[in-house]
């Protein structure tokens, strides 16, 4: 199949593979933990039935989680034409680093072990830190840079959260995060191959590498959803919870905490950590002041854009008003 007939057919079918997050299974286990949660929560916050409590109606017909549908198809298309050309893979990136170490640095002097079962489990854990590390990163920078502010704005435009915002990037955003992914690939695994020449592979599940894998089986669904999920205190401090990122996305508050993916040291390290288990979940979206598109396909596409470069050139370049929305319902 050519390259860019399969990037474009991509978005149809990667909703049902195990590399994402809404992969039934996953979505299965989210139910679960959401389930668990009414079940310790229902005598003080939840008065409806569990079934309405999982799908409430107002919130899975909602004119946003109507845009997210159609978003994730159009999204994924123009991403397939923008990527396409600069289509560049992780293993050809390791070669290079790998062959420029070897190069100017020399042979690493490490003795590969005959059992190489705990290098395979230092790649898989390493692969997982870094991209982690680098996702809070190109997150945090998208927040703090004007500009990429303005792309990042189609993301927190949705009024309320399904598991379908996740897909709710400009494509411009989905592009950096995926040369991010594979530069990042590519220089543990440059790294790992000049360090210990030979044979070397990720553990995976399902062909997902492991770690990942077994992070969203464990409710990575719930951040971009209305279950306001808090892991205890302790825990909180390690790994990102649903509300934490819920929090990430709150309306009336200026958003500069929670900017994790999977882990919350990060956060914690860097001083931006908001911790979720005393907190009440907030309303989502932007304020009037910040949306820089309406809720059409077309304007998401080009008015951040727009907005983006007035921010570049320092003047307006005709950015178009949103109309006012109806807030969001509470489920």
Not at 109 to 118: E, H, I, K, N, Q
Not at 200 to 225: C, K, N, P, Q, Y
Not at 283 to 300: D, F, K, P, Q, Y
């Amino acid at each position: 199949m050519p390259p860019l007939l399969e990037s474009l057919i991509e978005p149809f079918v990667a909703l049902f593979g195990p590399s994402h997050r809404v992969h039934l299974p996953y979505l299965l286990c989210s139910v679960g933990f959401v389930t668990l949660a009414w079940i310790v929560a229902r005598r003080r916050v939840a008065r409806a039935s569990l079934g309405r409590w999982l799908f409430p109606r107002k919130l899975f017909f909602h004119a946003s989680s109507r845009f997210d549908v159609a978003w994730c198809v159009v999204r994924g298309l123009v991403h397939a034409v923008l990527v396409w050309p600069f289509r560049v893979g992780a293993l050809g990136i390791a070669m290079a680093i790998a062959g420029f170490a070897l190069e100017h640095v020399g042979r690493s002097g490490l003795v590969a072990p005959a059992d190489r079962t705990w290098l395979f489990v230092a790649f898989t854990v390493a692969l997982f830190v870094a991209d982690d590390l680098t996702r809070y990163g190109v997150h945090r920078t998208m927040h703090a840079v004007p500009a990429l502010w303005e792309i990042h704005k189609v993301h927190h435009s949705a009024d309320l959260l399904t598991p379908l915002t996740l897909y709710r990037v400009h494509p411009i955003e989905s592009a950096l995060n995926q040369a991010r992914g594979v530069l990042t690939a590519g220089l543990v695994t440059g790294v790992f191959v000049w360090l210990y020449p030979g044979k070397l592979r990720a553990i995976e599940i399902f062909g997902v590498d492991a770690i990942g894998f077994l992070w969203t089986m464990a409710g990575a669904s719930l951040r971009h959803s209305h279950a306001f999920v808090a892991w205890p205190a302790p825990l909180e401090r390690i790994f990102v919870s649903p509300a934490q990122h819920q929090l990430h996305h709150a309306k009336f508050a200026k958003v500069s905490s929670n900017y994790g993916s999977a882990l919350a040291i990060w956060d914690l390290l860097f001083g931006t950590l908001r911790i979720a288990t005393r907190e009440r979940p907030p309303r989502v979206g932007l304020v009037r002041a910040e949306r820089n598109h309406e809720r059409t396909l077309i304007s998401a596409l080009v008015d951040p854009v727009r907005a983006s470069l007035s921010r570049i050139v320092g003047h307006d370049l005709g950015r178009r008003s949103s109309p006012p929305r109806t807030a969001a319902p509470r489920p």
